[in-house]
């Protein structure tokens, strides 16, 4: 399988979504910081999700207010009311890795930082979308004196993102957990933090191809129990209220 997609292969996977308001909060990873790289599209991961929306709905639009810098708290306090102004029937939270290169990773803090951001847009009744963060010290980047420190925090962001998802019913994307490319030197900028646009383009792909599995999920369950769905807000999101 190919660790990208073309626009035409992503649109065909999100073919029926029903997604037309996309809301993005989030640090460095939402606004998309990178580089180019050669035979690659300038894009951020984001820039490539939306595309691939705006080719199944004409009609979809989209309000990213990720900013670099930011810690968790500094997100919600920031960004978490515009977007839920916007009125979104998908989000996407990305937070908490500038809270992990802090020498004390505050997981409590952070946890109920993303909790409140994802249970926020459940509760107006939107899908939400989290990430997990690739662990750079794999592919032997970051100061050598600190890699342990930074593996370990890493790992602990993912974890506690994705039980977030799993205990407010969101969709986590896992960009790790043993993927080639999370070794691979290659996917990232000249600064050895964040990804160039090859590496954008893979966690796009990721994230599209996660999308695409929670939609064949939700057929799949409402062709079997139409009466057993959830309401908005529920598991299957705002999918279960079309």
């Known amino acids: 399988m190919n660790d990208t997609l073309t626009t035409a292969e992503a649109a065909e996977l999100l073919k029926g979504a029903p997604w037309q308001r996309l809301a993005i909060i989030g640090d460095s990873v939402a606004e998309g910081i990178r580089e180019p790289t050669p035979g690659y599209r300038d894009l ?9 929306l705006r080719t199944v709905n004409p009609g979809f639009t989209s309000l990213n207010l990720g900013l670099r810098n930011l810690l968790a708290a500094q997100v919600r306090e920031q960004q978490l009311e515009k977007a839920l102004a916007f009125e979104p029937d998908l989000a996407i939270v990305t ?3 500038n809270d992990m290169f802090r020498r004390r990773f505050d997981d409590e803090g952070v946890r109920a930082e993303i909790a409140a951001m994802v249970g926020a847009f459940r509760a ?12 750079l010290t794999k592919a032997g980047l970051g100061d050598p004196r600190w890699r342990a420190v930074s593996s370990d925090h890493s790992r602990r962001l ?17 960009n790790g957990r043993g993927s080639e490319a999370e070794t691979d030197p290659g996917i990232y900028s000249s ?10 383009a893979i966690a796009a792909a990721n994230t599209i191809r996660t999308l695409a599995d ?16 959830a309401g908005p807000g529920g598991p299957a999101g705002h999918l279960a209220s079309e």
């Not at 107006?124 to 662990?135: N, Y």
């Not at 993912?158 to 896992?174: N, P, Q, S």
């Not at 929670?214 to 769905?229: C, I, K, M, N, Y």
């Open 44 to 52: 951020s991961w984001t820039d490539h999700v939306e595309e691939a």
């Open 95 to 97: 937070a908490g890795g």
């Open 124 to 135: 107006i009744g939107a899908d939400v979308v989290t990430i997990g963060l690739l662990d």
């Open 158 to 174: 993912a974890e506690l993102t994705a039980d977030v998802a799993t205990e407010l019913g969101a969709i986590h994307v896992y």
């Open 191 to 200: 600064d050895q933090i964040h990804l160039n646009a090859r590496g954008h």
């Open 214 to 229: 929670h939609l064949a999920d939700h057929l799949a369950e409402r062709a079997t129990s139409p009466a057993g769905l």
